[in-house]
């Protein structure tokens, strides 16, 4: 699904070169909910942005979704994340102006979906992220959590081949972040989404079926384990 | 194309419905107010020509003049030719009228002046200053050593409340005498004093035809046949039906008469019209670009975020300018209403101008003209600050 070698970033701070990665590779199969973890400013935020074209790397080969995606034009690529990635941002990042509702087919109707195609399809993902009954609430009106889940079914209704995650439980106290995970957890594990999350809480290793380690923009290891929506690890809400 | 329309539209509505109310109102005030500027000031000059074009007609000219033939000094048989343009289908009267140059002189004070001899039941027919006497009355086609004349020319004692020269204030039974430039000097006792408003009438004195042809001894000669016809408007078809008919002399149009000094009038205010147009546009100009540049500013990561999810920055610059062109035609809407209070008000109470009172005249091609040019600069005006704004890398404007 994704194939990065020796991806590199390298950000130019007037006279100072700032490498956020220094080569990294790794590939990523269907269906997994993979773990980039590392302390702050290990370079996470930075390879995610690359993994979900938002940025491009000063070096390296990336393949998504069979897709040379290195290779597209600004529209090609602006194409390729409305149709085939979805991505949380750790501020939720919701359009103010919109209603969760709207902010969910918002990239549904950008897509050309009927309207009648994309309320169905909206509600559908609202109800499965248990915000049935806050559909017409506006961003001012719903907590983070609710947010954060809002933001979630948005980045889920194009159906995504990937789904990226960076710190979505960042600003949410932990009950709320297990909700979070454990959402994420079901939606690997009951619709088999391929997941990418960033995260440096320790507690949240336990989620993530392989985790990729970062360190000062390396990968550090990587370790297949078991994990919450596998079943071998207790502690998920249970659907 | 129609598919991002669809979006640029979705964005743009829900951003005017639940976006801030206070600058949308104030926005759409302002483009009323230029809309009204746009077209209020065209609308007094479209009346001035109006005034000025109806009394050309009703005192100056008629619809036609017939002039001496090149070469000649004057028609020499004024009579045959009347009664044969008379004749002529659609022409309601002809007015001969003999001109002679002299000095007009009343308790010491003199003035050079045309003096026009009228057939009065003729001239009756074919202008309308009979009917603007504000004091005595108007000639008689019998009348011999009497005048009628303007305003401006009676004047006041008072030379302060006069806009031209004057004969300082002549009063209906007061004589004027008039020094003929063949040296014949009349007494006339002034019958009456018109006013018509009309600045080269207002100025002249008349006396009657055959008064005139005593002066100088021609008879049955005119300086011009001024011709009534019985539409308004067909001058040149007039004309060339005038000559069709025979008629040898030059025939001009009250339009051709006229054309110098309406020429002026309409140059002059069409350099202050476009100078008011110019500033109007630059307001525009400058309120949307303002608006939108701090609209977008402060949505750079809103905008961040839509390009994040795989909205085309261009969809993004569309929902903009949709939004500035809705903004537009409110607007556009809300000054025509603003503008027929204004039309309606100056109708019940028109502006006094120096030649008569001045009715609004709002003309259509030019309430389509200002429409379409606050269209095309607010546009323009929302598009740049946008673009600008949408162009940017998708992790800066995130960032804020
Ligand atoms: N836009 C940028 N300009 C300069 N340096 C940056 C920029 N973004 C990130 N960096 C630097 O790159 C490194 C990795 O940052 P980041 O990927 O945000 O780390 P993480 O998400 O793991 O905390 C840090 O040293 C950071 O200061
Ligand atoms: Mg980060």
Redesign the interface.
Known sequence: MITAEGLTRIYHMGAVDVRALGGVSFAIERGEFVGIMGSSGSGKSTLL?IL?L??QPTAGRLEVDGVNVLGLSD?ER??????R?G?V?QDY?L????TAL?NIY??S??R?ASRDEYLRTAREILDEVGLGDRADH?QYELSGGEQQRVAIA?ALVNRPAIVFADEPCANLDSATSKTILDLFARLNRELGQTIVMVSHEDWHRRYFCRVINLKDGLVEGTEEQACVSHGDVPGGTKS | MFEGLRVSAFLAGKALQRGNKGTLVLTVMIIALVFVNLVFLPSIVAGVVVLFNQQSVNYNYGNLIVEPRENEQAITDAGVLTRRIERIPGVLAVSPRLTAGGTVTFQGTSLARSVIGIVPSEERRVTLTATRMIEGEYLSDGDTGATVIGKTIAGNEDPRLDTQDSLGGVRVGDSITVTYTNGVVRRYLVKGIFQTDSFSTDASVFVTRSELEQVTGRSDWASQLLVRTRTDGDEEAFRLRLYSYGVQETVKTWQEKSRGIIGDVTNSFAIINLISTVVSLVIAVVVIFIVVFINTVNRRRQIGILKAIGIEPRLIVHSYVLQVLVICAVGAVAGLLLLSGVVQYLTLYPLRFPGGPVLPVVELLQVVQSVASLFVVSAIAGYVPAWKVAGEEILEAIRG
């Open positions: 942005h979900g938002l940025d529209r602006t194409r390729f994340r409305l149709e990635l991505y941002f990042a359009i103010s102006e919109l709207e918002l990239s109707l950008v050309g506006q948005r």
